[in-house]
């Protein structure tokens, strides 16, 4: 537990002073602004750039809050996660390559506290940082556009995402307990694509998946998810966190002996 | 003599190749070993089998004077230790030392003692990024003893530093080793001659010669004498009356050969006794001892 | 329209958090850039690649771009 608190105390000072702690949010506060924005002001945009035929009528569906909200998911779905899995993909695998890990793994040291230290830091930015996304797009929602989805449901929306972004987290940081930095990215981003294909494919058979999370917690803002579903999908998604997090343990102790003396 | 540790049958193995084959040592209680071979002789994965960062092929450790986990009494100084840029030095003494065990409300105190021991007492505050490698040697050593570790593993301690620095630490390193048992490699063999209680030849992973210094040197010195005189021209003399294979070196005369007994030489000494003022056995420099024991293929 | 009155038409309110995120990110990571000087890759072409790209730029730069020493 001690070690724990101090791991945790340096992965938080190696978060500040990277400047991890303040860029990763701000994209997400970025993107959250830039949603609601684009969509209100499409016509005007489109119309100031011209290029429209002579007299061309054309007029966009109206756009309700839900329906930002659900765009926006679209782009953290890809750059988010993109910027997630870029920002921790090192966060093993450069302490073994550096060789900062090799003065870290010769102390009697535990790595479940190693591990879930640099699990927790990463969690807590990955899902502060998608809420203050969502955050901000939402105060842009609420002045700009006339039907917005209720508060209670826009929370739960936000629940539902977070188990989704520790999938995500674990995911990335497992791989950089087993493999070399680069490798780590790629099998992270692989398989969250590569899922997300496979959702596109069959998800309407497979419905208890961690991929499906995002389509259930956004259904919350247009009436509500099958419940049954979100809470299989849920519960798969926990499981695998876990056995990730287990395996990512055991790799950083077994990968331990490839750091550089 | 307690051994605060026991190698037996030490081998690692990459892709069939034997980095390092059957060591086989110990090393006393509050001892300095130099481990000294040519680079790639594997003295590096020695030490990192022994500080429990490679699991060996085959072969035991057995480790006396920890508890359940040895790594808690054991510090380790790689060649060149590697700490976050960000950090600064006292930062990075305290997660050393906690991460150790050292608790409570004197870590703070003992880590800037530590600091200020290896000469690093005004640079607590600094960021290890803009540390020197001289700076980052020194803190390598403070981490490496701010537990108090019963046994002090240093790959090559001081071949980062310059001389003034090198002479520094080697005190330190004496002043340590009044409490410790200090296992180092070195291919500075100065360092070797002047902090060192046994000496571990290293050559292709394997152990090719190992004893206290005084014996080494008996083995590989022959059985040579050296008479030293008052001024060149006496000792110029003394080596043409010899009836040996004598040469001259400076002041004195270095006399070679196994067919020569102190006797003999006292013997004929005392008939030609101008200018002598002191006769003993030639001790080896440590330098051909290597070459003699390593250098060769 | 004129210029001035098609700068009058944005609504400022809403788009300057944009604008000042934009600058705070670049601002970061020229610090950065400035205080560690060793990237992957030249380093007046990390300058660029924050100043000209919008967001994207300091991002690249603080994910792939800095190198630990």
């Known amino acids: 537990m001690n070690q724990y608190r101090l791991f945790l105390g340096k992965e938080w000072r190696e978060q500040a002073r990277s400047f991890k702690l303040f860029w990763v949010p701000l994209v997400f506060i970025f993107f959250g602004a830039l949603e609601p924005l684009t969509y209100h002001f499409l016509p005007q945009i489109l119309e100031s750039v011209g290029n429209l035929p002579e007299g061309s009528e054309f007029t966009l569906p109206e756009m309700t809050g839900a329906d930002v909200y659900a765009s926006l998911t679209g782009q953290y779905q890809t750059v988010g996660l993109l910027v997630l899995v870029l920002a921790f993909m090192g966060s093993l695998s450069g302490e073994r390559k550096s060789g900062t890990g090799t003065l870290l793994y010769v102390r009697p040291i535990s790595y479940a506290a190693y591990y879930l230290s640099k699990w927790t830091s990463a969690v807590l930015l990955g899902a502060a940082s998608l809420w203050l996304g969502y955050g901000m797009a939402a105060t842009y929602i609420v002045q700009l556009y006339d039907q917005v989805p209720d508060l209670r449901d826009v929370v739960l929306f936000l629940l539902v995402m977070a188990v989704w972004i520790v999938f995500v987290v674990t995911l990335t940081l497992t791989a950089s307990a087993s493999l070399p930095t680069g490798g780590a990215a790629g099998a992270a981003l692989g398989i969250l694509f590569i899922g997300m294909m496979i959702d596109g494919l069959v998800g309407t058979y497979w419905t208890w998946s961690p991929w499906k999370l995002q389509s259930y917690g956004l259904a919350y803002l247009t009436g509500g998810p099958d419940t049954g579903d979100l809470a299989g999908a849920l519960i798969v998604t926990a499981v695998l966190t876990a056995l990730l997090a287990l395996f990512g343990i055991l790799q950083a102790r077994r990968n331990a002996a490839k750091a550089k003396v | ?297 | 329209m004129s210029i001035t009155e098609q700068l009058a038409e944005i609504p400022w309110g809403l788009v300057w958090p944009l604008i000042a995120i934009q600058f705070v990110l670049m601002t970061a990571a020229l610090i950065d850039l400035n205080k560690k000087r060793s990237t992957n890759g030249p380093i007046i072409l990390w300058v660029f690649i924050i100043i000209f790209i919008n967001t994207i730029g300091p991002i690249l730069y603080f994910t792939v771009g800095r190198r630990h020493s």
């Open chain 2, 1 to 297: 003599m307690n051994a605060v540790l026991e190698v037996s049958g030490l081998t690692k193995q990459y892709d069939g190749v034997r980095a390092v084959d059957s060591l086989t040592f110990s090393l006393a209680e509050h001892t300095a070993t130099a481990l000294i071979g040519p680079n790639g002789s594997g003295k590096t994965t020695t030490l990192s089998m022994l500080a429990g960062l490679l699991r060996q092929s085959s072969g035991t450790i057995r480790f006396s004077g920890a508890g359940k986990d040895p790594r808690s009494a054991i510090g380790f100084l790689p060649q060149y230790p590697n700490f976050f840029p960000w950090m600064t030095a006292i930062e990075y003494m305290e997660l050393a030392a906690g991460l150790t065990g050292i608790g409570g409300r004197d870590v703070r105190t003992a880590c800037e003692k530590t600091l200020g021991f290896v000469g690093l007492g005004d640079a607590g505050k600094k960021r290890i990024g803009g540390f020197s490698g001289g700076m980052k040697q020194r803190l390598g050593l403070a981490q490496a003893i701010i537990h108090r570790p019963a046994l002090l593993l240093l790959d090559e301690p001081v071949s980062a530093l310059d001389p003034a620095g090198r002479r520094e630490v080697m005190e330190m390193l004496k002043e340590i080793g009044e409490t410790s048992t200090i296992l180092y490699s070195t291919h500075i063999l100065n360092d070797a001659e002047e902090m060192t209680d046994q000496l571990l030849f290293l050559r292709s992973g394997k152990l090719i010669e190992q004893g206290p210094l005084r014996q080494v040197r008996e083995k590989y010195g022959g059985s040579g004498f050296r008479v030293s005189f008052s001024d060149r021209e006496a000792a110029e003399q003394f080596a043409g009356a010899a009836p040996w294979t004598a040469r001259v070196d400076g002041p004195a005369v270095m006399i070679s050969g196994d067919a020569v007994s102190m006797e003999a030489l006292l013997r004929f000494a005392s008939e030609h006794p101008a200018g002598i003022t002191g006769i003993g056995r030639a001790s080896v420099r440590l330098e051909d001892i290597f070459m003699k024991v390593v250098g060769k293929p």
